[in-house]
């Protein structure tokens, strides 16, 4: 949860960021007339699709359904049943499924595909998404401007990408980690920042590191005001449960929850702060790594489960991207150097995640980096006791913010790791499908498999409920009713890496 702030910029200079906005904007509306060309090439649109003889699991938490004929018509799911039960519309494209497994289409809930304004790799990390059969994404940080244009040209079918929810700019301290955010040192502007997001049209604010406490508490305040929700990181001037009482709707990356869940909370959550609050990144990040990491190392059981209930009492969510923390803690790993999707990543930005060059790396040392390495499975405990408390859980992956996190890919490694920590692969899939649905109010037409919902589909060739990583076993996607075959994805990733090298 740390590493990604290294990628970023202190420079907040206010003329240079709506020159930046504007020349982004700009370009972005430029770009739009060439996507359609860009776009997947997907099999007949205009007559309904219909599978035959397929598995579905549909996600409620039912055991899986087979021999099943499942109707599509336009965008939405018109008829399924038992295959004698069913009739297939004339002139239907029929796809013989027998063998194979149709599950919801899947969401991302901490994403960045607009990450650091990089207006050239939006589409491909969009075209990722999609061929992993990520349907939805919850986008946590990025211009805003930019961002709704991307929606717009999505929702008119100009573009074919999984739907958006949008925070846009982050709110932080006076001092932001992040250039683009909204910088924020008291409560009157916390208060005007919740009210400008909202103007502006962002679905939700994300909370950062940095505010301050009575900024962070006044943005709460006013986003109940608001009727806006709220989510993000715990700053460091506030725990976990005083940010869970506020009624911050999601907490990312779990953070403080270490620092909460120890013997030692109070000497570390003084740490903490003062780790923060440092001008120099690297040091502050590393400064944080070796916290978290004594925090992981006096972790208390019971301290876990009084705060777990906390976060149930208060209907407080959470999206603990293990992929990320896993990076963290393994960063120095020369594996990731070897990784087969690299090639799917903007040569300039695989050169930023080297760990020859991240500065991260270079600040811990040896020692740390071991102790970091022995603590990560205790982020994998906490979330099982989190989930056995009733604790809910999302999926994210924050891909491409984090180094070797991968846009679409990294969410099967990340549902994976909530297996690993304890939940059944019907659970972890739920993260992923119908969490996110009920998360965003949308389970009235999206999360689940059934008649009258939209169609965000994903056909496998496995059961995932048998082995979570049959996830990765992809044969075809349907996005809003449109059908990517195998073959059409593969053209899909075959594009992605032949841009990545130019």
């Known amino acids: 949860m740390h590493i990604h702030r290294l990628f970023s910029s202190r420079s907040n200079d206010p003329v240079m960021q ?35 003889r397929v598995t579905v699991i549909d996600a409620t938490g039912a055991p899986a359904k087979s021999e099943m ?86 929702g008119v079918g100009a573009v074919i990408a999984p739907r958006m929810f949008l925070a846009g700019p982050l709110v932080d301290g006076p001092k932001p980690a992040f250039a683009g955010s909204i910088a924020v040192s008291n409560a009157e ?54 940010a869970s009482d506020a009624g911050q709707r999601s907490i990312e990356h779990l953070t403080d929850v270490a620092v909460s869940c120890s013997t030692d909370q109070e000497a570390l959550q003084k740490a903490l702060t003062a780790g923060l609050l440092k001008e120099d990144n690297s040091t502050a990040i590393r400064d944080l790594t070796v916290t978290e990491t004594r925090a992981l190392e006096t972790y208390d059981r019971e301290k876990c489960i009084a705060l777990a209930q906390r976060f149930v009492k208060n209907d407080t969510w959470h999206d603990p991207t293990l992929v990320t923390l896993r990076v963290n803690a393994f960063i120095n790993d020369e594996s990731f150097l070897n990784d087969a999707r690299l090639r799917y990543i903007p040569r300039a930005l695989r050169e930023e995640w080297n760990p020859k060059n ?38 994210g992956t924050d891909a491409p913010a984090v180094p070797y996190c991968f846009p679409g890919f990294s969410l099967h490694d990340e549902l994976a790791l909530f297996v690993e920590a304890g939940l059944s692969p019907m659970e972890a899939l739920q993260t992923a499908t119908l969490n996110p649905a009920r998360y965003l109010g949308l389970s009235d037409s999206l999360g689940t498999i ?33 059908l990517l075959t195998r073959e059409a994805r593969q053209r899909m990733l075959a594009e992605v890496e032949a841009a990545a090298d130019k």
Do not use: C
Not at 81 to 89: L, M, N
Not at 123 to 151: I, K, M, S
Not at 208 to 220: S, T, V
Not at 453 to 477: E, R
């Open 69 to 154: 004929t499942v109707v599509i018509t336009g965008e939405r799911i018109t008829a399924i049943g038992k295959a004698d039960s069913v009739r297939i519309p004339r002139g239907a494209q029929v796809i013989k499924a027998a063998g194979k497994y149709l599950i919801p289409g899947l969401w991302d809930m901490h994403a960045h595909p607009h990450l650091n304004s990089r207006q050239f790799f939006p589409l491909f990390a969009l075209h990722l998404y999609l061929v992993n059969g990520v349907t939805g994404l919850r986008d946590t940080f990025g211009p805003l401007e930019a961002q709704q244009q991307w929606r717009k040209a999505i």
């Open 358 to 395: 991240s500065e991260f790396s270079k600040a811990l040392t040896a020692e740390e980096i071991a102790a970091a390495k022995r603590a990560f499975p205790t982020f994998l405990k906490i979330v099982g006791e989190m989930h056995r408390a009733g604790v809910r859980f999302l999926t």
């Open 450 to 482: 059934e008649k009258g919902k939209i169609a965000d589909l994903v056909l496998l060739d496995a059961n995932p409920l048998v082995d979570i990583h049959n996830t990765k076993k992809i044969d075809s996607v349907i996005v809003r009713g449109r």
């Open 189 to 242: 502007e916390g208060r005007q920042a919740v009210i400008s997001l909202k103007r502006r049209g962002a679905d939700f604010v994300k909370v950062y590191d940095l505010l301050p406490r009575e900024a962070y508490f006044a943005i709460a305040d006013e986003a109940k005001k608001q009727g806006i929700p709220f989510a993000g990181h715990v700053p460091a001037t506030v725990t976990a449960a005083e």
């Open 18 to 52: 709506e020159i930046r906005r504007k020349l982004l904007s700009s370009l972005l509306l430029l770009l739009l007339p060439a996507l359609a060309a860009a776009q997947p090439r997907s099999d007949n649109q205009s007559a309904p699709l219909a599978f035959t």
